[in-house]
């Protein structure tokens, strides 16, 4: 029995099968060298100035949850169960608050780094879980080519070092990050190390594959060489320590353990521009979403924001230079259902916080309808977010990442 619906638990199953299938498939000049998946090309490492982190949180967040429009007489009287109380909200204004499960980010919220953007979301509902998040990272309507945005953007300036763009907490790479740039996915950044070496090989293995595979063509011998060299690269990040800095204190699970990576990444200054952390945090709240005091939302709100806060505590003296974006396939209908969830929606919110972030409420709000299949209708293409982060923070062509498609203004970056 889950709470989730049967398209996003099977999603989730075929997740792990398509996880062992890509590094013994698509990788498997890597397979025997590691956890981790990477792609086949490699160079010398580069120091990148500003990150990017992408969180991604599969299973279609609630926004209304998360960013109440508490000033919309409509998302009460759809919501008599699950509707968050005004007088509960954080950082209230005259028409949004923050739930209260996200108290964490209240420092960042009050130091001006955290821009909610809400009504955000692909210009055409897609409310199937996979056929959602292909196109969202795909973010080329239309095109015949299987490659996501961050591997376009990656990909600008003919840098091909595979860590330049790195994904956490997953075994193969999400579409975002998928097409012929190379780029690295591990669970975490101990786990890309080369399998069978330890403390009392003393580079015999190390050197033994690479008599092996240092000559060999096609796709194993590529991906062999890939590997090693990763491996080697990657090494300053893994010697920082596991300890996080300045008291930050990560959640016990998956996102904790992705953003404590991450962040090892960035203080190890192995050249990682942007990283990817996928988030299975139980977002397909069709039953039992909850109230203030217990439910999934405030389980899943709460460990987002404690993972998010003790990530920038952690950063210390990197945090201005790394800007983290929330994104979620699509949001939830208005109206709650009889089991006190809520089903496939539309419109959704993104956060934006750290580095560059111009704090406060953003996106054109269109008003909501109690009626039983009304959504939120999105207002602001999500694209749009994102071209304005990559544009403002890593100096990319919008027309390269995101082919096609004219941004408009955001205005949540200095």
């Known amino acids: 029995m889950t709470d989730c619906c ?17 590094v013994l498939g698509a990788g498997a000049g890597t397979a025997m060298f590691g956890t981790t998946f990477l792609q086949t090309s490699y160079a010398a490492t580069r120091r990148a100035d500003k990150v990017v982190v992408l969180i991604s949180l599969r299973g279609a967040a609630d926004g209304m949850s998360l960013v109440v429009p508490h000033g919309d007489p409509a998302y009460y009287s759809a919501r008599p169960r699950i509707a968050v109380p005004a007088a509960s909200l954080l950082a209230r204004d005259s028409f949004f608050g923050l739930h209260p499960a996200l108290a964490p980010l209240l420092p960042l919220w009050n130091a001006g780094k955290v821009a909610a953007v809400h009504a955000t979301g692909m210009p055409v509902a897609n409310r199937s879980h996979f056929a959602a998040m292909e196109a969202l990272e795909d973010a080329d309507p239309g095109s015949t080519q299987r490659v996501g945005w961050i ?25 975002a990050l998928y097409g012929p740039q190379g780029t690295v996915t591990a669970g975490t950044v101990d786990q890309v190390v080369l399998a069978g070496v330890d403390q009392w090989d003393h580079g015999r293995r190390r050197a033994s594959l690479g008599t092996l595979w240092g000559g060999a063509g096609g796709p194993l011998g590529r991906g062999a060489r890939a590997a090693f060299s990763t491996v080697t690269d990657i090494a300053p990040a893994r010697r920082v320590s596991a300890t996080p800095a300045g008291g930050a204190a990560y959640p016990d ?13 960035i203080k190890g200054e192995v050249g990682a521009e942007v990283i990817a952390v996928d ?36 950063l210390g003296p990197w945090a201005d230079r790394v800007t983290v974006v929330t994104l979620s396939e699509f949001g939830r209908r208005v109206r709650e259902n009889a089991s006190a969830g809520l089903d496939h929606g539309h419109g959704n919110v993104m956060f934006l916080i750290g580095g560059g972030v111009k704090g406060g409420y953003y996106g054109t709000w269109p008003g909501l309808t109690n009626s039983l299949d009304a959504d939120l209708a999105v207002t602001t293409d999500y694209r749009s977010v994102l071209a304005e982060l990559v544009s403002k923070r890593l100096g990319a062509s919008t027309a390269t990442v995101f082919p096609g498609f004219t941004p408009e203004a955001v205005g949540a970056f200095a």
């Open 279 to 314: 988030h299975d945090g139980g977002w397909d709240m069709h039953t039992g979403l909850g109230t203030i005091t217990s439910g999934a939302m405030l389980r899943a709100a709460g460990s987002l924001a404690s993972a998010v806060a003790a990530f920038f505590t952690d």
């Open 6 to 22: 049967d398209e996003y638990d099977g999603l989730s199953r075929r997740g792990l099968l398509r996880g062992a299938l890509g």
């Open 253 to 265: 699970d998956d996102l904790g353990a992705a953003l404590r990576s991450a962040a090892r990444t």
């Open 151 to 175: 591997n376009r953007l990656i990909g600008r300036d003919g840098y091909t070092n595979p860590l330049q763009a790195v994904g956490y907490g997953m075994t193969s790479p999400i579409t």
